[in-house]
């Protein structure tokens, strides 16, 4: 369960969670934008609309990850920023300058491949060297820029070796070295843990971080593994058939989804859509009618006003394991047990049919172990602070939240 929650969110306590995600948006607000993509498009050349007028800025030392779907149009856009791919309309402006048509080597952008893509018949520090020649350093500095790479980079005692000696490791590191010896303004990497078996990927993970840390550059990042995502990410970009959903902080994000697609996308939900009858005198909270029953929501999330809301149809989403068993709150629901799933160090996931709809179905995530069993009739819970109202299925047209995003 902790692989489908935020950094921002590790912390247990309320207090430590709400300090920690204080600090990170007032660092966040504080920096400059360092890329801005707007108006964004790409059609290839046999009428592919691989990206539709997209926008979106990645601030100054963060970690951006872009995530959705295969296909959704993730590294069109990444060989956009860095210029292998021609972007049919919009702009891409790099640290103030427009870059949309420049040359991809005077671009400032360093790319790491799937993969990584080191050149076989060199040595290390050739792989490491091999871009700078561009640059036209004076030879001490470039010889002062290697070494010092491949120290941080802990690439000293492997200098003269083989890539292909080399465990995946170090080839990472390699492959980082080598965009990073050349101080670019903005390095992308495009699933470059693609195909790691799942220790590996998280060890990966962290030595990407601590680069991350230490070199203070800008990440953009691709995956289609939302686990992944949640686990490097200060901002996410969330693409849908060359569109983006939403792009926030990541805890913005995981917290408050502006689309059904985002809240199921990044982490699970259970997701519950009905017709709003009406909200607090202070708007704050409002009245959804369903299938289920009556629910309230919190409202602070909606782009709208809660009053333009009234008597539209709108979806909401709620956590698993915000859902709690027993009585004792605002919202609840009777349900049958349909299966109970422990899993050892992971608590239990509850699968449960409302008695009212039982077509419908909601999961309930628990750390502790839970005395229900299948065929049982419980009633399970939630608060209003919980609930997310969601302002649209999908800023895609057309989609449709039943068969489209919860494939029933
Ligand atoms: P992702 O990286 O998210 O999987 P891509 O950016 O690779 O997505 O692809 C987006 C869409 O563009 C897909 O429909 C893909 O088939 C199409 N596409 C990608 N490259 C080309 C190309 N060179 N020519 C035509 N269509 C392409
Ligand atoms: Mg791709």
Known sequence: MSDTEPRAEKSVGATAEQTEADTSSEETATRET???????TKIYPDGTLAVDDI?????AGNFCVIIGPSGCGKSTTLHSLVGKVEATEGTITLDGTEITETETYDRDIGLVFQDFQLFPHLTVEENVRYGLERLDLPADEADQRVSTIMETMQLSGATGRDPGEL?????????????????PKLLLLDEPLGDMDYKLQKRMERELLEVHREFDTTFVYVTHDQTQAMRLADQIVVMNDGNVEQSDPVDAVYNTPETAFVATFVGDSNILRGTVGGTSEDGSVA???????????????????PSEVVGT??????????LTLG?????????RVEDV????????????????????????????????????????????ADAVMLDRT??????????????E
Not at 287 to 302: A, K, M, P, S, Y
Not at 327 to 335: I, P, Y
Not at 394 to 407: A, C, M, R
């Open 341 to 384: 799933i422990t899993r050892p160090g992971k608590g239990a996931q509850v699968v449960l049919s409302p008695l009212s709809a039982p077509t419908a179905e909601l999961q309930l995530r628990s750390w502790e172990a839970v005395s229900a069993r299948e065929g049982d009739e419980i009633t399970v819970g939630w608060t209003p």
């Open 55 to 59: 926008d979106f800025s990645v601030k």
């Open 34 to 40: 360092v890329l801005d993509v707007s108006g964004l």
């Open 167 to 183: 465990s995946a490791g170090q080839k990472q590191r390699v492959a980082l070295a080598r965009s990073l010896v050349l101080e």
């Open 287 to 305: 009245r959804v009618e369903t299938d289920l029953g009556q629910f309230e929501t919190r409202t602070d999330n909606l782009d709208a006003e």
């Open 394 to 407: 999908s800023v895609v047209e057309g989609i449709d939240l039943e068969t489209d995003i919860l494939g």
């Open 313 to 322: 149809d709108l979806a909401f989403s709620i956590r698993p394991q915000h």
């Open 327 to 335: 009585e004792g709150v605002r919202n609840t629901v009777q349900c």
